[in-house]
Nanobody, 124 residues
Protein backbone atom coordinates (compact mmCIF):
# COMPACT_ATOMS: atom_id res chain seq x y z
CA UNK A 1 0.00 0.00 0.00
CA UNK A 2 1.32 3.42 -0.97
CA UNK A 3 1.90 5.85 1.88
CA UNK A 4 2.65 9.54 1.47
CA UNK A 5 3.84 11.86 4.21
CA UNK A 6 4.19 15.60 3.61
CA UNK A 7 6.36 17.98 5.57
CA UNK A 8 7.67 21.52 5.33
CA UNK A 9 4.54 23.61 5.67
CA UNK A 10 4.29 26.58 7.97
CA UNK A 11 3.77 30.32 8.30
CA UNK A 12 5.71 32.67 6.05
CA UNK A 13 5.48 36.33 5.08
CA UNK A 14 4.49 37.35 1.58
CA UNK A 15 7.50 37.20 -0.71
CA UNK A 16 9.08 34.41 1.28
CA UNK A 17 9.82 30.80 0.40
CA UNK A 18 8.97 27.33 1.63
CA UNK A 19 9.98 23.88 0.47
CA UNK A 20 7.51 21.06 0.84
CA UNK A 21 8.66 17.45 0.86
CA UNK A 22 6.67 14.26 0.40
CA UNK A 23 8.09 10.89 1.40
CA UNK A 24 6.73 7.93 -0.57
CA UNK A 25 6.73 4.31 0.62
CA UNK A 26 5.08 0.99 -0.06
CA UNK A 27 5.63 0.61 -3.80
CA UNK A 28 8.20 1.46 -6.48
CA UNK A 29 8.31 5.25 -6.44
CA UNK A 30 9.71 5.63 -9.93
CA UNK A 31 6.60 4.04 -11.45
CA UNK A 32 4.32 6.82 -10.22
CA UNK A 33 3.41 10.22 -11.51
CA UNK A 34 3.50 12.63 -8.59
CA UNK A 35 1.48 15.75 -8.00
CA UNK A 36 0.92 18.54 -5.54
CA UNK A 37 -2.59 19.84 -4.91
CA UNK A 38 -3.98 22.50 -2.60
CA UNK A 39 -7.30 23.22 -1.01
CA UNK A 40 -8.88 26.09 0.89
CA UNK A 41 -12.11 25.76 2.86
CA UNK A 42 -15.18 25.88 0.67
CA UNK A 43 -13.28 25.29 -2.56
CA UNK A 44 -12.35 22.25 -4.60
CA UNK A 45 -8.93 20.76 -4.34
CA UNK A 46 -6.87 22.10 -7.24
CA UNK A 47 -3.79 20.83 -9.00
CA UNK A 48 -0.70 22.93 -8.39
CA UNK A 49 2.02 20.91 -10.12
CA UNK A 50 2.75 17.45 -11.47
CA UNK A 51 5.85 15.57 -12.57
CA UNK A 52 6.48 12.47 -14.68
CA UNK A 53 8.13 9.37 -13.23
CA UNK A 54 11.49 10.38 -14.70
CA UNK A 55 11.23 14.02 -13.73
CA UNK A 56 11.73 15.11 -17.33
CA UNK A 57 8.33 16.78 -17.71
CA UNK A 58 6.44 19.01 -15.33
CA UNK A 59 3.18 20.91 -15.43
CA UNK A 60 1.95 23.84 -13.36
CA UNK A 61 -1.25 25.74 -12.79
CA UNK A 62 -0.92 29.21 -14.32
CA UNK A 63 -1.07 30.99 -10.97
CA UNK A 64 2.20 29.44 -9.75
CA UNK A 65 4.24 29.34 -12.98
CA UNK A 66 7.62 30.98 -12.49
CA UNK A 67 7.31 30.82 -8.69
CA UNK A 68 6.92 27.13 -7.82
CA UNK A 69 9.11 24.21 -8.89
CA UNK A 70 8.25 20.54 -8.55
CA UNK A 71 11.07 18.01 -8.50
CA UNK A 72 11.70 14.44 -7.44
CA UNK A 73 14.55 12.30 -6.22
CA UNK A 74 13.85 8.69 -7.16
CA UNK A 75 16.78 7.48 -5.08
CA UNK A 76 15.22 9.03 -1.97
CA UNK A 77 11.58 8.26 -2.86
CA UNK A 78 10.75 11.90 -2.35
CA UNK A 79 8.99 14.63 -4.29
CA UNK A 80 9.46 18.32 -3.53
CA UNK A 81 7.66 21.57 -4.12
CA UNK A 82 9.85 24.66 -3.92
CA UNK A 83 7.64 27.68 -3.44
CA UNK A 84 9.14 31.14 -3.93
CA UNK A 85 7.62 34.63 -3.98
CA UNK A 86 4.72 33.37 -1.94
CA UNK A 87 1.48 35.35 -1.93
CA UNK A 88 -1.38 35.37 0.60
CA UNK A 89 -3.55 33.64 -2.02
CA UNK A 90 -1.20 30.64 -1.85
CA UNK A 91 -2.50 29.96 1.65
CA UNK A 92 -4.00 26.46 1.66
CA UNK A 93 -3.55 22.90 2.79
CA UNK A 94 -1.12 21.31 0.36
CA UNK A 95 -1.43 17.63 -0.50
CA UNK A 96 0.98 15.27 -2.16
CA UNK A 97 -0.54 12.61 -4.41
CA UNK A 98 0.53 9.64 -6.54
CA UNK A 99 -0.95 8.39 -9.79
CA UNK A 100 -0.39 5.47 -12.12
CA UNK A 101 -1.77 7.55 -14.99
CA UNK A 102 1.31 7.85 -17.16
CA UNK A 103 2.88 9.84 -18.60
CA UNK A 104 1.39 12.78 -16.70
CA UNK A 105 -1.92 13.96 -15.30
CA UNK A 106 -3.24 16.87 -13.25
CA UNK A 107 -6.73 15.45 -12.89
CA UNK A 108 -7.58 14.97 -9.25
CA UNK A 109 -9.68 11.86 -9.87
CA UNK A 110 -6.72 10.11 -11.50
CA UNK A 111 -4.67 10.23 -8.31
CA UNK A 112 -5.35 7.21 -6.14
CA UNK A 113 -3.04 7.91 -3.23
CA UNK A 114 -2.95 10.99 -1.02
CA UNK A 115 -0.99 12.33 1.90
CA UNK A 116 -2.55 13.87 4.97
CA UNK A 117 -1.78 17.43 3.90
CA UNK A 118 0.38 20.22 5.30
CA UNK A 119 -0.78 23.75 6.05
CA UNK A 120 0.86 26.67 4.27
CA UNK A 121 -0.06 30.13 5.52
CA UNK A 122 1.23 33.28 3.85
CA UNK A 123 0.76 36.51 5.76
CA UNK A 124 0.51 39.89 4.05
Amino acid sequence: QVQLVESGGGLVQAGGSLRLSCAFSGRTFSRYVMGWFRQVPGKERESVAAITWSGSTTRYVDSVKGRFTISRDNAKNTVYLQMNSLKPEDTAVYYCAASTRVPLTTTREEYGYWGQGTQVTVSS
